[in-house]
């Protein structure tokens, strides 16, 4: 009886169209008083404790250095060079596209963020090329997706606080699955294109695109060198991102000025504030669930049913892809990694590739109605119809699901580098 009512709660929060916060919210209160110890003060001190981590920082820190680098010129310069790198190839530009997504998804962290950059550059440049305006629309909107699969990644983080996951570690593991998933793309791009007469070699304009973007170039390099090489924790790389395009951006590029950081700081804060309240109270149901022993009896009652660990894998690729087309990444990996991490384990598969697996599904969910977040941000950056850049994802999304099948069938591929 207690279970419909709960049911019935969220039902009646969700016709009077409250938002996660609330409905978390309630959800919690109502757990606490029926199934805790009865007392809401609990609740309230479980949210403290579940956020009282280090890791946390990372979050604000790499969000605010995207800010920056968007604001500033790190993207374009990016762009430049890569687009120097590629016009010898058919196609060279759609190329282009992905891998400038790729290098600038090494220091953004986020998925809209990276397309924005990469997006506001690129696809304008596809048009004024003579690429199809569908295929401009699906490049820009999936290259975005590799936001969050090449670390530094905040969906990686997130998983991480809740699944009490190696952080550094899913980083490691994000690196060859985000550059197989950029690999397919390309391929992808050039076949699709490869009528397109390629351009001439230009070592003047690669030379001189280095020499503008030699600063940008040296982010990534400085993130991932010093993740991978354990110099940096994830929390101190979110830092020396920060630091370092604050550095390029006002003092070398001199495209910001320090009063804009002001600015910069309070849109970040915005953000930030509608999900630091889903993250603590998830946190907080994770430790009561923990306490009753609730993801212990999912395990029992789901390794009665399923055989085998590959069952469960179809199983929850299909179930992530579902709940991708209607929640958004952070809000997913809250509600359903505690529950379906200790299901993994117990059939034996790694929780850092099973990390990479659900940030996989769910990236796809950014190219999926009515929730992609990637369609809407495009919708209104593009000025194109919602209609239109859904169609133009489609095979993009194929392309994706490929790399999923890959990465979920061959460990390896996010494990090699870790282990």
Aim: net charge neutral; hydrophobic share 60%.
């Amino acid at each position: 009886m207690a279970a419909l009512a709960l049911v019935g709660l969220v039902l009646l929060l969700l016709v009077l169209r409250q938002n996660l916060v609330v409905i978390l919210f309630a959800v919690g209160a109502y757990i606490h008083l029926v199934w805790g110890q009865g007392r809401l003060e609990y609740m309230v001190e479980d949210m403290w404790n579940g956020a009282d981590k280090e890791i946390l920082l990372a979050i604000p820190l790499f969000i605010l250095a995207g800010a920056v680098m968007t604001r500033g010129a790190i993207a374009a310069r990016l762009v430049r060079i890569l687009i120097a790198l590629s016009s010898p190839i058919p196609g060279g530009l759609a190329v282009a596209t992905f891998l400038s997504c790729a290098v600038f998804a090494a220091i953004s962290g986020s998925s809209p963020v990276t397309m924005l950059a990469v997006g506001t550059i690129m696809y304008p440049a596809l048009l004024k090329n003579g690429y199809d305006k569908k295929f401009a629309l699906g490049a820009v909107c999936s290259g975005g997706t590799l936001g969050i699969i090449i670390p530094p990644s905040i969906p990686m983080i997130i998983y991480g606080i809740v699944t009490e996951t190696s952080v550094t570690e899913l980083f490691i593991a994000g690196v060859m699955p985000g550059l197989l998933l950029t690999l397919l793309l390309a391929i992808y791009a050039f076949w699709a294109n490869r009528e397109k007469p390629a351009q001439p070699f230009d070592i003047g304009e690669i030379l001189a695109a280095l020499r503008h973007g030699g600063w940008a170039m040296m982010m990534p390099v400085i993130l991932l060198g010093g993740i991978y090489s354990g110099y940096f924790t994830a929390t101190e790389s979110a830092a020396v991102s920060l630091a370092y395009s604050l550095l390029v951006e006002i003092f070398i590029h001199k495209e910001l000025k320090i009063r804009d950081f002001a600015t910069i700081s309070i849109e970040t804060v915005k953000m930030l504030g509608s999900l630091f309240p889903v993250l603590a109270i998830a946190l907080s149901l994770n430790l009561l669930l923990a306490a009753e022993r609730v993801p212990n009896m999912l395990v029992e009652w789901l390794t009665q049913r399923i055989e085998s660990a590959w069952t469960f894998l179809l199983g929850v690729n299909l179930l992530l892809l579902i709940v991708g087309c209607f929640m958004d990444v952070s809000s997913a990996i809250l509600i359903v990694a505690p529950l379906l991490l200790p299901v993994a384990v117990a059939y034996g598969i790694d929780p850092v590739h099973f990390g990479i697996i659900m940030v996989v599904n769910l990236e796809i969910g950014f190219l999926t109605p009515p929730v992609g977040i990637n369609l809407i941000v495009a919708m209104s950056a593009f000025k194109e119809n919602f209609g239109l850049i859904c169609r133009s994802v489609l095979p993009f999304i194929l392309i994706l699901m490929l790399g999923l099948a890959l990465i979920t069938a061959f460990p390896q591929i996010s494990m090699y580098l870790v282990r």
